[in-house]
């Protein structure tokens, strides 16, 4: 967000928009490559050729050499082989240049809405959050303006795979407390899972109960969100003096 200049929802929202651009432009043009390859003269028949001329080597049936022998002869109805070849060739260069920046593209917008979802859509501080009791459990998605990231009330963990468990009832992700064999079940309402799989984001609310499980997913306990974030803390200590 900061090497990008955002800073609000709007900012986003427009980063978005130059990135959907760029992604239609690029794949306009890719397919376009692609057309040329496939269907346009001598260019097909030279993807043919070099196709065949591989089997051939394997297997050098008369039917081969007959049908590589009518593909030549329609490539130099346009230019000869060599020309044909290389220009066939410049022509996948080109695709896969657009592949890359495609690609480019496409992580750069899986950031960006990771990063929507995480800032803007997931829930906030809001009054029912004030006790637990009165917490809409499976609350998702909640659109808010001017969010505020930080609160005195709750803090934000990230964790990696090594400590997820897997989901209980599609309600609770279960993580293991680091430096314990305890799980944890917090509500996913609460956590976003990033699109590579390997870390979970997690609101933890200080005053919240949550519930100490064990491997049958079975309640052990209940602790504070204070208690469950000193895990974190220590782990966190335990790593920045070993320099990590």
Known sequence: MIDHDIGSAEDLEEKWKELTAAQ???KASKKAIQTKLQRQSPYREVSRYEKLKKQSEEDPSPEIVREMDLLLSKIEKHESYENALAGCRELRDELQEYQEKLKAVNEEMKVADDLFT???????????????????PGRKNVKIENPVIHHGDRFRITIHKSLISGKSDEEFYVVRLPGSEE?????????????????????IYEDDRYDIVDGLDCSVR??????????????????????R
């Open 118 to 136: 995480f800032y803007y859509e997931m829930p906030t501080h809001m009054p029912e959050r004030e006790n637990s009791q009165s917490a809409q």
């Open 183 to 203: 799980l944890v079940k917090l509500p996913a309402c609460d956590c976003l899972m990033y699109r590579s799989g390997e870390i979970l984001s997690a609101f």
């Open 222 to 243: 209940t602790a504070t969100g204070t208690d469950v974030g000193s895990y974190f803390d220590h782990m966190y200590e335990k790593r920045k003096t070993k320099g």
């Open 24 to 26: 239609q432009s690029l």
